[in-house]
């Protein structure tokens, strides 16, 4: 494994294999600290997004890693857990307003009451809302939607796209979910 020195450069044996195998031996120095902010400086895109351009394609096909899954959890429905998952290569920081303003939408026309097919039709306006706001960013680039609504007695799942279709999301999604409670 490589060795930090002083500068914040990192000293490797050249050919170095990941699980520290000997190399050449002859020793080469890396700047991370560096790489790094070059790294970000190559990286950035219009708004906060980060990857390779990707104007051509609907969602980022070479970079994945800059537009991982997430998990937000707001108490919007007095204090009842709403989790809001996507996979979507947009800038996502006004995620906390779209949803504030289906929020404040579905009081104002009455739909979040007390009754479980109000709440079931309240994850299925969110979900639509999220795919029409993000969508109209960029074209196609919402690839997936997972919302668990948890309200008294009752779980509320509302899956889209990767989320219905890959088991392997689904798992990732509700594992995450199972684990966010004890953090």
């Known amino acids: ?24 031996g002859k020793k080469k120095k890396m700047n991370v600290y560096e790489s790094a902010k070059e790294l970000i400086k190559e990286r950035q895109l219009d708004g906060n997004r980060m990857g390779i351009k990707d104007d051509l394609t609907n969602t980022n096909l070479i970079s994945k890693n800059f537009s991982p899954l997430f998990i937000r959890k707001l108490n919007i429905l007095n204090g009842w857990p709403c989790y809001v998952s996507m996979i979507v290569d947009e800038d996502i920081g006004d995620i906390d307003t779209v949803i504030n303003s289906v929020v404040r939408s579905c009081k104002e026309c009455g739909m979040l009451e007390n009754n479980l097919q109000s709440m079931r039709n309240f994850t299925g306006i969110l979900s639509e809302t999220l795919i029409t706001y993000y969508n109209n960013k960029k074209e196609n680039c919402v690839e997936g939607v997972g919302i668990l609504l ?16 890959h088991a392997m999301v689904r798992s990732e999604f509700y594992s995450l979910l199972n684990m966010m409670p004890h953090i």
């Open 150 to 165: 948890a309200i008294d007695k009752a779980m509320i799942s509302n899956l889209y796209g990767d989320y219905m279709n």
């Open 1 to 24: 494994m490589g060795k930090i020195v002083k500068d914040g450069s990192v000293e490797i044996m050249e050919g170095e294999g990941v699980n520290g195998g000997v190399g050449m």
